[in-house]
């Protein structure tokens, strides 16, 4: 699969930035640092639609992909990021929440976590949350490139433990570096959005 057409659609801090809500929309939450946008970039085929950094807190406002008109994907800022103020964190964690709450065309969240840790404070409040507003469980679990094969299983048991996954709920081993699980991740995405109508 080419996304050629994957295009740069609108960046925005609150709900009167956001575009038209006849686009199904997947949105990508997780830790800073944890891989966001290094997924859309693998996803997409394009090293450089959205900016990606080693220091954390790079996407500081919500991010808008078109993918050849058929759907979106929405890239967040991360949350957790000590290093930014306090201020700055409550204003993220209120846009984020803003976006999430109430978005019409939002077809699924997906959350990110490092597959070399246990999911943080954070991940599980995220994860909750995630289940508390109806949406499946959809995790990926990122870099692991970085991990050396016998690691990958007992981790991702431990992932779907603390997070307290089950049946219906999906666990993603992925890897920007390696597209480790690029086309199962693709396939659910194109899945759940052809279910979209407006
Ligand atoms: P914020 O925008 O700060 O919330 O971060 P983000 O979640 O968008 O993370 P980003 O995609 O910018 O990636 C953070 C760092 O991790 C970058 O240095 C990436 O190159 C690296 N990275 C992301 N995914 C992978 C991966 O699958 N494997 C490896 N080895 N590195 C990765
Ligand atoms: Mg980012």
Redesign the pocket.
């Given at each position: 699969m080419d996304y050629i057409e994957a295009k740069f659609l609108t960046t925005a801090v609150k709900p009167e930035q956001y575009p038209d809500t006849f686009v199904p929309e997947i949105a990508f939450v997780?830790r800073?640092?944890?891989?966001?946008?290094?997924l859309i970039n693998c996803l997409t085929n394009r090293a450089k639609l959205a900016r990606?950094?080693?220091s954390?807190?790079?996407?500081a406002t919500i991010n808008f992909y078109e993918i050849k008109n058929s759907f979106r994907l929405v890239d967040l800022?991360?949350y957790g990021y000590a290093r930014v103020s306090k201020t700055e964190q409550e204003r993220w964690v209120k846009m984020i929440d803003t976006y999430l709450s109430d978005r019409y065309n939002l077809v699924q969240v997906i959350q990110l976590v490092d597959a070399r840790h246990k999911p943080s404070k954070d991940d599980i409040t995220m994860i909750n949350w995630i289940k508390s507003f109806g949406y499946k469980p959809v995790v990926v679990a990122?870099?692991t490139?970085?991990l050396k094969k016998s690691q990958l299983d007992p981790n991702l048991t431990e992932i779907y433990n603390s997070l307290e996954l089950d049946d219906n709920s999906i666990l993603f081993p992925f890897?920007?570096?390696t597209r480790q699980g690029k086309d199962e991740v693709l396939e659910y995405i194109e899945a759940v959005c052809k279910n979209f109508t407006n």
């Open positions: 997780g800073s640092n944890v891989g966001k946008s290094s990606t950094s080693s954390p807190g790079k996407t800022p991360g990122t870099k490139d970085k890897s920007a570096q």
